[in-house]
């Protein structure tokens, strides 16, 4: 029979290198004292490497620095939220970050969380996890909750238009229906706002309001 190990190695190559993962990923393949020697030893041998909180990695090697590279901070973020069974969603600042509608980098990566507010140092990288009622956590796609978490922070006077031609360039042209679909529960000028960006055709005939949206 397939080793444990070889299960294991086989399962994270699957998803790739820069991969998150934890013991309870693997709890159909054994016992858990037998998952967590079997990690510990991967990690010692350099097969995959121990980030902090229970958490490991596939190393990502990156030519251009000639070496292995933390995980994606999102990557790891989404992987404590399923190890804790938490819903979270990008806070504000974060989202206008990742939308590049700013250019100043937060020191550290904020989430809003179903769980309890805790803070964990990954791999070097801050990410904190602050407890809010989730009434915004029913998106399907991440593109949703972060346009959404970005307006409310730009707030309703500094969505010009050209904040949202900004979002509408970020976001892909076959996503923009997926969007306006999932957003349908959103309100006030938030909606209006998400319908300008979402508005035109998969072929670049784009249309963004000539006016801030409307209250």
Known sequence: MESLEHQIVRRVRAKGAGCVFFAKDFCLLGTRSAIDTTL??????????????????????SSLLGRAVSPDPEVVAAAIARKFAWRIMTDGETAL??????????????YLSSGPSR??????????FRHVAMKDAGFRLR????????????????ATPVALAAIKRWLAPELRHKVATDTISVTGWVRIAIASICSGDNNGQDRVASGPPAG
């Open 143 to 158: 593109e949703s909750a972060l346009i959404v978490q970005a307006l409310k922070a730009l707030g309703e006077t500094h």
């Open 119 to 128: 803070a964990f140092i990954i791999d070097g990288q801050t990410i904190q």
């Open 97 to 110: 970050n990742m939308l590049g509608l700013t250019t100043q980098v937060p020191g550290r990566l904020i």
């Open 40 to 61: 510990h030893r991967m990690a010692a041998a350099g097969t995959i490497k121990r980030i902090g909180c229970g958490l490991y990695t596939l190393p990502r090697f």
